[in-house]
T-cell receptor, first 115, second 116 residues
Framework: NAGVTQTPKFQVLKTGQSMTLQCAQD?????MYWYRQDPGMGLRLIYY???????DKGEVPNGYNVSRLNKREFSLRLESAAPSQTSVYFC??????????????FGEGSRLTVL | AQSVAQPEDQVNVAEGNPLTVKCTYS??????LFWYVQYPNRGLQFLLK??????LVKGSYGFEAEFNKSQTSFHLKKPSALVSDSALYFC??????????????FGTGTRLQVTL
């Protein structure tokens, strides 16, 4: 009963390096999301994928790219990391049907530090 | 646009006392409202939600929340706090009609500290 699984849990990068955060869900949800959490700012949406084959920008997409590899997997890539991208990243999934609330189910987070 | 305000960075309460964590929201249409809890170094866990119907909704761990449309508020409450309730609490909102994705907007979070 894994739910939403994120890897890696911790990562330290140097400025300019690239990396990919992986996310997989086993709940057969259509929609997946990437949020970042920063102190005093709550969670902000980076990108989301409403369904397999589609991706859209959220509130803070600059510096990131995403890939919806299949229905289960949604990855977040930092092409050239910057110190401002030091954060905790959360992947989430949901199923939104008519008259349902579509609450999000979150992974445990990936803590990224950019030096 | 949708937004959420959590006016208190921290709420302190003694164990056994009632607690309230405040949340106000803004959406253009009808709101769907959520409360999540985050324990240290963990992901967010769903507590409860308001969709429609009864203004008082009950959730996990004895928490409840009251929806007030006129005040655009959705305060989280618990009659008797426990030390184990100490955590970071997030309120979130989305408009009822946001297409096929559930794009939630979160507040900045309120840290609840329950002491003996």
């Amino acid at each position: 009963n894994a739910g939403v699984t994120q890897t890696p849990k911790f990562q330290v990068l140097k400025t300019g390096q690239s990396m990919t955060l992986q996310c997989a869900q086993d709940m057969n949800h259509n929609s997946m999301y990437w949020y970042r959490q920063d102190p005093g700012m709550g969670l902000r949406l980076i990108y989301y994928s409403a369904s397999e084959g589609t991706t859209d920008k959220g509130e803070v997409p600059n510096g990131y790219n995403v890939s919806r590899l299949n229905k289960r997997e949604f990855s977040l890539r930092l092409e050239s990391a910057a110190p401002s991208q030091t954060s905790v990243y959360f992947c989430a999934s949901s199923e939104l049907r008519t008259r349902e609330s579509g609450e999000l189910f979150f992974g445990e987070g990936s803590r990224l530090t950019v030096l | 646009a949708q937004s959420v305000a959590q006016p208190e960075d921290q709420v302190n309460v003694a164990e056994g006392n009632p607690l309230t964590v405040k949340c106000t929201y803004s959406v253009s249409g009808n709101p769907y409202l959520f409360w999540y809890v985050q324990y240290p170094n963990r992901g967010l866990q769903f507590l409860l939600k308001y969709i429609t119907g009864d203004n008082l909704v009950k959730g996990s761990y004895g928490f409840e929340a009251e929806f007030n449309k006129s005040q655009t508020s959705f305060h989280l409450k618990k009659p008797s706090a426990l030390v184990s309730d100490s955590a970071l609490y997030f309120c979130a909102v989305r408009d009822m009609y946001t297409g096929t994705a559930s794009k939630l907007t979160f507040g900045t979070g309120t840290r609840l500290q329950v002491t003996l």
